[in-house]
């Protein structure tokens, strides 16, 4: 068999599965509406939860860093790609996350790939959630250390691998503090405790509560009254998402920053992040402290979102966020609805397997601060419409 005659018989594969993924043309800025594979319509599943992807401000520090420093750092960190905006906005991400020391890398998914991968080894146990993020489950399999995974949210069943594992030389637990398709929360305190007990160490990817939960956004540790530097050992977070700009950071002692900066391959061998992006990840942090009034309008538009979608009837259990699962279960209705969906002008992307577990398909809505009630409005009656269709509600 030819390379090509392998390819296009995946391919197919994939497509009679329903398990066929594709690029969608997305044209103009990341905001409520945009047009999407040429029509134009309301974007329910972005990222840019905040809005602040669109920020003058944030627009304006990227600018005026892309005049000053250019468009490319020009090498790794370690090489001569290390510039000053990396220092000072580290000892930023450190105040924000209150903890001793951050350290930048160029994404999450790098960052829970590097992290894990330097943290635990050969001889080594890593304890993970069945739905941890893909990024948290491919460091757990580069790292070579032996990988558990507990049903989700069972720290009964995390404490009873903990009590019963025993000649490892190393334990981390590794999980997401909001979980990315289903928008719970991990449960933190128990967590922290368990950690504690068994001596293992704690990493939390906050790649979805940082900027939002809390009262200062500073993420599920804040949410929990944990974000002291002694509860989490590790946390990571991204840029990209809430923060409005691109790049992931860890959190945690001095000693662990030092280490990474010597041992996590993914932060060693790639380039550093365009100056724009550390600029605008700068200007955001200034913007989470003085303008509050982002964060409220998320929270108002999810409470008018949820309570609309529960007003058909749809559930959005076990979501405590702005990430509102609603379960459509086979893969083939969940597309047909994502295209349906997209001709009465909203715009929510199907979530299938290998993204979530079989049998489990659903449409995933994120409400953001930059929708306004009118587009909320307006896609709930769509939405409507859609699951009238397909399924009487
Ligand atoms: C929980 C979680 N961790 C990590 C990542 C990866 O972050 P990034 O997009 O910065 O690579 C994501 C992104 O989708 C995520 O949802």
Redesign the pocket.
Known sequence: MTMQDFFGRELERLKRKDSYRWLRAMEGPPEARMRVDGREVIVLCS?NYLGLATHPRLKAAAIEATERLGVCSAASRLIAGNNELYRILEERLAVFKRREAALVF???????LGVISAVVGDGDVVYTDAL?????VDGCRLSRATVKIFPHNDVDALEDLLKSDTGFRRRLIAV?????MDGDLTPLPDLVKLSKDYDALLML????GTGILGERGGGTAEHFGLDDPDAVDIE?G????ALGS???YVVGSRSLREYLINRSRSFIFTCALAPSALAAALATLDVLDEEPAHRQRLWENLRHFREGLHRLGLSTEPSATHILPVMTYDRQRTMALCERLLELGVFCQGIRPPTVPPGTSRLRFTVTAAHTRADLDRALEAVEKAFREFAPL
């Open positions: 990222s160029s994404t999450g998914y790098m960052a829970n941890s993020h893909a990024s948290i997401d503090g909001v979980y990315s990817d906050d790649a979805h990571i991204t840029l990209g998402k691109f790049g992931a």
